[in-house]
């Protein structure tokens, strides 16, 4: 067997994977970056709890997911961003895409959510706009590049862009958005982004799902340092 079509057997493997309506709620569930245990997984999927063991298992072979073990407690999480990544490409193609687009999105996924380690939604939209405008970063090819002044703005949000340059990953690249069908920041800036939104307590986490609420705090402090109009978010 070549390379190529070993590569063609490894896609539809796990485009049959993916393709089944379950294991597509597990893996959605599991976006916000949050590991969770099988049960909870069965009742998200709405499946029984021996059901939704088979359906991670296939999940696990494929590489899909990964399982943590804490004593007697076992939690399953996605292996990598690379496959929220994936799944946010795919939502974005599973949408009904004929003129005029009207997100259907729930409002407080459409306005903020988390897409794994960055985030997503109307906010993480006008920020990414807002550093263009400001030319803090701007694409060449499939990445962003940073500007001096860009550097100034994101260290003043606490931001070390050295660190996140030496790590090993993406550093900026756009990421499609499926509620909004523009672009927001992924890598390790997006992801950094998103840490210190959270905890200067710009933002806050939903408990129990992917939603992202917008503190007043943190109102204005986008509109301070990235003159990000915060008054429309106010009608999501």
Same mark, same amino acid.
């Given at each position: 067997?070549?390379?190529?079509?070993?590569?063609?057997?490894? !896609?539809?493997?796990?485009?049959?994977?993916?393709?089944?309506?379950?294991?597509?709620?597990?893996?959605?569930?599991?976006?916000?970056?949050?590991?969770?245990?099988?049960?909870? %997984?069965? =009742?998200?999927?709405? =499946?029984?709890?021996?059901?939704?063991?088979?359906?991670?298992?296939?999940?696990?072979?494929?590489? %899909? &997911?990964?399982?943590?073990?804490?004593?007697?407690?076992?939690?399953?999480?996605?292996?990598?961003?690379? &496959?929220?990544?994936?799944?946010?490409?795919? /939502? =974005?193609?599973?949408?009904?895409?004929?003129?005029?687009?009207?997100?259907?999105?729930?409002?407080?996924? $459409?306005?903020?959510?988390?897409?794994?380690?960055?985030?997503?939604?109307? &906010?993480? !939209?006008?920020?990414?706009?807002?550093? =263009?405008?400001?030319?803090?970063?701007?694409?060449?090819?499939?990445?962003?590049?940073?500007?001096?002044?860009?550097?100034?703005?994101?260290?003043? /949000?606490?931001?070390? &862009?050295?660190?996140?340059?030496?790590?090993?990953?993406?550093?900026?690249?756009?990421?499609?958005?499926?509620? /909004?069908?523009?672009?927001?920041?992924?890598?390790? %800036?997006?992801?950094?982004?998103?840490?210190?939104?959270?905890?200067?307590?710009?933002?806050?986490?939903?408990?129990?799902?992917?939603?992202?609420?917008?503190?007043?705090?943190?109102?204005?402090?986008?509109?301070?340092?990235?003159?990000?109009?915060?008054?429309?978010? $106010?009608? %999501?």
């Amino acid at each position: 067997m070549d390379a190529m079509e070993s590569a063609d057997i490894g !896609v539809s493997k796990v485009a049959a994977a993916i393709a089944e309506p379950a294991r597509t709620r597990m893996l959605c569930a599991l976006m916000d970056g949050h590991a969770r245990t099988s049960t909870e %997984l069965a =009742v998200i999927a709405e =499946v029984s709890p021996s059901t939704a063991s088979a359906h991670l298992a296939r999940l696990k072979s494929l590489s %899909l &997911v990964q399982l943590h073990a804490q004593g007697r407690h076992r939690y399953y999480s996605l292996a990598d961003r690379r &496959v929220a990544e994936a799944l946010e490409g795919l /939502m =974005v193609i599973g949408q009904d895409l004929r003129p005029p687009f009207t997100p259907n999105t729930p409002s407080r996924l $459409q306005l903020a959510r988390t897409c794994y380690d960055h985030m997503a939604g109307r &906010v993480a !939209v006008d920020i990414h706009d807002a550093g =263009v405008r400001l030319g803090w970063w701007e694409l060449k090819g499939k990445e962003y590049c940073l500007s001096e002044a860009g550097e100034r703005g994101l260290g003043g /949000m606490g931001i070390d &862009v050295q660190a996140l340059r030496s790590a090993r990953r993406r550093f900026a690249y756009p990421c499609l958005d499926w509620s /909004m069908r523009r672009m927001h920041l992924g890598g390790g %800036l997006g992801a950094a982004i998103l840490g210190v939104a959270i905890e200067r307590q710009w933002v806050r986490r939903d408990l129990d799902g992917r939603a992202l609420s917008i503190t007043r705090e943190g109102r204005q402090a986008f509109a301070h340092r990235l003159g990000c109009d915060t008054q429309q978010w $106010q009608s %999501l």
